[in-house]
């Protein structure tokens, strides 16, 4: 099973922003951390990130054909990228959302996600963890469908 993972604007700076939110670990800690959880079992990960639109719609493109499953934390793009949702429905490989903080519990603007219709599972609220919730989710989902 193969999963690329896709992280958007401002998690490359993990660990410095806003750590009392985000926790002190790197976005690099988050994927050791990740790839030694997931050591022994059948799931390949390929880690990206972007501070661009563009550069995370055209991976969600070219994933069709190449992974299983797509977990993306869209960072900001989450509120407001259309274009992003546009391309995870149109690439119709099954792709959960993950958030490291409770965005539900935050400033207004951040409770709505116009990807949430397009994704078949949201995890939010658990920091690292809710990567490995989300691809735990996304291996499940894969294994009923096969």
Known sequence: MKIIIINGPNL??????????????TLEDILMWVVKKIDNEDIKIDWFQSNH???????????????????????????????????ISGAAIPTVEVHLSDVNNREDFRKISVIESVCIHSVMGMGKKGYLEGIHFLRDYLNSEG
């Open 12 to 25: 490359n700076l993990l660990g410095k922003r806003e750590p009392e939110i985000y926790g002190v670990e």
């Open 53 to 87: 639109e563009g550069e995370i719609i055209d991976r969600i493109h070219d994933s069709i054909g190449k992974f299983d499953g797509i977990l993306i934390n869209p960072g900001a793009y989450t509120h407001y990228s259309y274009a992003i949702r546009d391309a």
